[in-house]
């Protein structure tokens, strides 16, 4: 049997970063920015907060590296699967 | 509580990947819906590529507050159901039954929401698959020039719609799960199914961050 210990993560202080991130979303999305600067940002900001809820809510930041491995097996393949449909543009 | 070291429970013999079997097999099921949203994000942002002119601004169809609260909401369950879940890692079953209740409620008034909102635009004509279907645009449900064009409806509801359907059916295993934990299921020993509809959970609440931004804000 293999038991593991580590600590709780601070789960309010990350729902509060979760949830300012949200509100700069917010307001972001509608400043007066090229399109493009808007995007890059928000999608920084959304990626910073999956990745917050992936850590730490579901506690992937404990898991054994294999696990790691799985869990990020499938991004190379999502960016391959959206770079081939962008080429068919 | 937010520092205390605490011990998960016994696992099973786990050879290989050092998890236990139902988590490896929720993180593989997890994989594989990586791969579905996926390719609907891949086939929208083609199609918004390729026919911007169906698209317009944040706000000017879709009820951003609205939405944004709704984000709020679901990030709150995904902190209740952590909450559930730490609550059992020590034992404490009437904890881990109040903060699944909460998860369930709050889980439940996405829904709700969502259909609050998919009333609100049907209403106003954003509607998917019409042939000569134009967005009006909020404030203005039937007069005003024409927005958007059917693409935009088209995939707004499919990658919703699907993300719903998952938080649909997250909440009816939360509520399978808290009928076990009110019947003594779950223990400081055996709680695997808690950390199981865990990992759903907060993975359709990522999905959701990710699908907020590209739907609605950019």
Not at chain 1, 44 to 66: C, D, G, Q, S, T
Not at chain 2, 112 to 118: D, F, L, N, S, W
Request: proline share 5%; net charge neutral.
């Amino acid at each position: 049997m293999e038991e593991q210990e580590h600590a709780h993560p601070r789960y309010i202080l990350i729902w509060v970063v979760l949830l300012v991130l949200t509100l700069a979303e917010v307001g972001y999305a509608f400043m007066d920015l090229p399109k493009i600067w808007l995007a890059i940002g928000l999608i920084i900001m959304a990626v910073w907060k999956a990745l917050l809820v992936a850590l730490y809510y579901m506690h992937l930041i404990y898991e054994p590296k294999r696990l790691w491995v799985l869990a990020v097996s499938p991004l190379p393949l999502a960016v391959i699967l959206v770079l081939a449909v962008i080429t068919e543009f | 509580m937010s520092n205390a070291a605490v011990a998960t429970m016994e696992r099973k013999p786990m050879p290989g990947m050092k998890v236990y079997n139902k988590k490896l097999g929720m993180w593989v099921f997890l994989l594989s819906e990586v791969m579905f949203f996926t390719s609907l994000i891949g086939s929208y942002i083609i199609l918004r590529f390729a026919h911007p002119e169906h698209w317009t601004n944040p706000g000017v169809v879709l009820n951003v507050p609205l939405t944004a609260t709704n984000t709020f909401l679901l990030i709150c369950s995904s902190v209740t159901m952590v909450k559930a879940f730490a609550a059992i890692q020590q034992g404490d079953v009437t904890g881990l039954k109040r903060w699944l209740l909460a998860t369930i409620v709050i889980g439940a008034g996405f829904v709700g929401i969502q259909m609050v909102e998919y009333v609100a635009l049907s209403g106003e004509g954003f509607l998917p698959a019409l042939d000569a279907y134009h967005a009006v645009g909020r404030g203005n449900p039937h007069e005003g020039p024409s927005l958007g064009g059917p693409l935009y409806g088209a995939t707004f509801y499919a990658m919703t719609g699907f993300h719903g359907a998952h938080v649909s059916i997250g909440v009816l295993c939360l509520i399978f799960v808290y009928i076990q934990a009110v019947r003594g299921k779950y223990t400081l020993a055996d709680h695997e199914g808690v950390e199981i509809i865990g990992l759903y959970w907060h993975f359709v609440d990522l999905v959701w961050i990710i699908l907020f931004t590209i739907v609605y804000l950019i």
